[in-house]
């Protein structure tokens, strides 16, 4: 049974009919034809090109969706972020062949991969419209498997990863330095701050080498919530950095490597309907979570770690292999 109606490939193809263009039947017959040669190609026995990996490189980064492009000689040229896929007609025996674009690419073994079910995908061709500037997008159902060539100690399903630099001669007064594709920059005057920040988010500081280091961290989810939500949940309240420093409350999720933060944020008002007088007013009552730096210059960032280190309740990082470089 064919997948798509000429009704049901516009529905998923706005660029393509905004750009003057309409889904004809020719085009409907080449994503079918398409999808069927996928589909029919497929083997939970080894993989085929099209299929998807769950893939971790042997420094822990985790890629869900790697694109397998071909396969030869036992070994998969696969793309870890392609963006697109596009399906060419190909004489060889699948009928079609792919060409995507993104990266990196690497050639990972077939014999390391392990078959994990099934899931639907993006492939994209030309449509039939006059200048055959834009693509038709379409869905189908590939396979899915597992490669895991990790050699650190975690990866980046679970975990943040973060590259952490020590600079004697620092700027604007940094000295520590942490840097992550996934979560952004941070930078700390002292080590005692870079300690806490550690501790915070359950750091394991590895793999020191050159002048860097290896930082794994919990996972952290917001949640914003109203002040009597806040009030209410039985949790030791912390200092987080967001727009300056406000008040949140923690509790970790040691089996998922989860930390989940809360704090009063915009929330449902059930009297105000709009949201311009809801925020002026909410923006009043979350004043009293804010922490106003001339005043409460004490208050820092991470205070629950700052005292646990200090009264001796948790131990530091051993970071002097970074000095020694």
Same mark, same amino acid.
């Given at each position: 049974?064919?997948?798509?109606?000429?009704?049901?490939?516009?529905?998923?193809?706005?660029?393509?009919?905004?750009?003057?263009?309409?889904?004809?039947?020719?085009?409907?017959?080449?994503?079918?034809?398409?999808?069927?040669?996928?589909?029919?190609?497929?083997?939970?026995?080894?993989?085929?090109?099209?299929?998807?990996?769950?893939?971790?490189?042997?420094?822990?980064?985790?890629?869900?969706?790697?694109?397998?492009?071909?396969?030869?000689?036992?070994?998969?040229?696969?793309?870890?972020?392609?963006?697109?896929?596009?399906?060419?007609?190909?004489?060889?025996?699948?009928?079609?062949?792919?060409?995507?674009?993104?990266?990196?690419?690497?050639?990972?073994?077939?014999?390391?991969?392990?078959?994990?079910?099934?899931?639907?995908?993006?492939?994209?061709?030309?449509?039939?419209?006059?200048?055959?500037?834009?693509?038709?997008?379409?869905?189908?159902?590939?396979?899915?498997?597992?490669?895991?060539?990790?050699?650190?100690?975690?990866?980046?399903?679970?975990?943040?990863?973060?590259?952490?630099?020590?600079?004697?001669?620092?700027?604007?007064?940094?000295?520590?330095?942490?840097?992550?594709?996934?979560?952004?920059?941070?930078?700390?005057?002292?080590?005692?701050?870079?300690?806490?920040?550690?501790?915070?988010?359950?750091?394991?500081?590895?793999?020191?080498?050159?002048?860097?280091?290896?930082?794994?961290?919990?996972?952290?989810?917001?949640?914003?919530?109203?002040?009597?939500?806040?009030?209410?949940?039985?949790?030791?309240?912390?200092?987080?950095?967001?727009?300056?420093?406000?008040?949140?409350?923690?509790?970790?999720?040691?089996? $998922?490597?989860?930390?989940?933060? +809360?704090?009063?944020?915009? /929330?449902? &008002?059930?009297? =105000?309907?709009?949201? #311009?007088? *809801?925020?002026?007013?909410? $923006?009043?009552?979350?004043?009293? +979570?804010?922490?106003?730096? /001339?005043? &409460?210059?004490? =208050?820092?960032?991470? #205070?629950? *770690?700052?005292?646990?280190?200090?009264?001796?309740?948790?131990?530091?990082?051993?970071?002097?292999?970074?000095?020694?470089?």
């Amino acid at each position: 049974m064919d997948r798509y109606t000429i009704e049901t490939l516009s529905c998923i193809n706005d660029d393509y009919i905004i750009a003057n263009h309409e889904i004809r039947q020719r085009d409907v017959d080449m994503v079918n034809a398409y999808i069927e040669l996928i589909e029919s190609s497929r083997s939970v026995s080894e993989p085929r090109p099209g299929d998807i990996i769950r893939y971790t490189d042997p420094y822990g980064t985790y890629y869900p969706h790697t694109h397998i492009e071909y396969i030869a000689d036992g070994k998969a040229n696969t793309c870890e972020n392609a963006y697109v896929h596009i399906c060419r007609n190909d004489e060889n025996m699948l009928g079609f062949r792919l060409v995507s674009s993104g990266g990196s690419w690497a050639n990972l073994p077939v014999s390391k991969m392990k078959y994990a079910g099934q899931e639907e995908k993006r492939f994209w061709d030309f449509g039939s419209g006059i200048y055959r500037t834009r693509g038709i997008d379409f869905y189908a159902t590939v396979n899915v498997w597992m490669c895991d060539l990790n050699e650190d100690l975690f990866s980046t399903m679970t975990h943040n990863k973060y590259y952490l630099y020590f600079l004697k001669q620092g700027r604007n007064g940094d000295h520590f330095f942490l840097s992550s594709r996934e979560s952004g920059d941070r930078a700390w005057k002292t080590e005692e701050e870079l300690q806490a920040w550690i501790r915070t988010y359950r750091g394991i500081v590895s793999c020191f080498k050159g002048k860097q280091a290896v930082v794994w961290t919990y996972r952290e989810r917001y949640h914003f919530v109203s002040p009597e939500q806040y009030e209410n949940l039985e949790a030791q309240e912390d200092v987080m950095r967001m727009n300056g420093l406000r008040y949140c409350k923690r509790i970790y999720d040691d089996k $998922n490597y989860t930390l989940h933060t +809360y704090f009063v944020w915009y /929330w449902d &008002d059930p009297v =105000i309907s709009k949201f #311009a007088e *809801a925020a002026a007013k909410q $923006n009043k009552i979350r004043k009293k +979570y804010e922490i106003n730096l /001339w005043t &409460d210059y004490r =208050i820092k960032e991470n #205070a629950c *770690a700052l005292r646990e280190l200090r009264e001796g309740m948790a131990e530091p990082v051993d970071l002097q292999p970074l000095y020694r470089q």
